[in-house]
């Protein structure tokens, strides 16, 4: 069995259809998973549910996707602006499929079982640091089954195995942040006895999104096309290239 795993697209329909172009060239997959972080701070928030529903993906909800209809939650005014931007974008019908989305996804027996999530088992905003220490990493995963989760939230690639679990960050089909401007998802498959797990690393033209989000009438566009095109967390400065 062949899964694909996308997240964090971030309404870069651009990024989400250069990753599916590169499945599609890989061979394909038996299901293909997005694993949340749909719509907010891109430019076709609408267009990327609609090719989201066109291929029949399997859908879980993100912390943005929450955003969208979590009246509790509490937003900086230049986010707020934003997120109210999305919302009329999608409109009402959109608004409700995304209320309806599951928080995981399992895949496979117990035995050998992948768990899907945005960010971790407990939580659609919590990060997996890749240098997680063990005691964070007992407490987010440690009660866990799954043989295999994986998650996206940070925009950073990566594969730990801890403690018979393969950790897998799919980073970002739309808004990569480890300094590469590639977008990025990855191929599982199973074996006997685990998960096989393959990065992939797509381009995109970064050039045409910027110009989609200064024409596209959402708010703080200047903002939003930096971080597009830094590629980068500015905390990770020192760490990144």
């Known amino acids: 069995m062949r899964i694909a795993v ?3 697209i971030h ?5 989400l259809d250069a990753c599916l172009a590169d499945l599609e060239s890989q061979g394909g997959a038996d299901a293909i998973v997005a694993a949340g972080d749909f719509c907010v701070d891109g430019p076709k928030p609408k267009k990327v549910l609609q090719r989201l529903d066109e291929i029949g ?5 993100g912390n943005t996707d929450r955003y969208l209809y979590d009246e509790a939650e509490e937003f900086e005014a230049g986010e ?3 997120i109210a931007w999305t919302r009329r974008e999608i409109g009402e019908r ?3 499929w995304i209320q309806q989305l599951p928080f995981a996804m399992r895949i496979g027996e117990d035995e050998n079982q992948l768990l899907i999530v ?3 088992p407990r939580h659609d905003d919590e990060h997996i640091w890749p240098d997680a220490a063990e005691s964070d990493l007992q407490s987010i995963v440690g009660d866990e089954h ?3 989760i994986a998650f996206g939230h940070l925009h950073i690639p990566y594969v730990r195995y801890w403690r018979g679990k393969l950790l897998v960050n799919v980073s970002s089909a739309g808004l990569p942040k480890d300094g590469d401007a590639r977008a990025c998802y990855a191929i599982f498959t199973e074996r006997e006895g685990g998960w096989e797990v393959k990065h992939r690393r797509v381009p995109f033209d970064v050039k ?5 989000l200064a024409d596209c009438g959402i708010p703080g566009s200047a903002d939003l096309i930096a971080t597009l095109r830094r590629h980068r967390y500015k905390q990770l400065k020192s760490l990144i290239p």
């Open 118 to 120: 945005h960010a971790s």
């Open 80 to 82: 707020g602006a934003q």
């Open 208 to 212: 045409r999104v910027a110009t989609q």
């Open 11 to 15: 309404g870069n329909l651009l990024g």
């Open 57 to 61: 993906a399997s859908c879980i909800r």
């Open 6 to 8: 996308l997240s964090d």
């Open 146 to 148: 799954a043989t295999a």
């Open 94 to 96: 959109w608004l409700g």
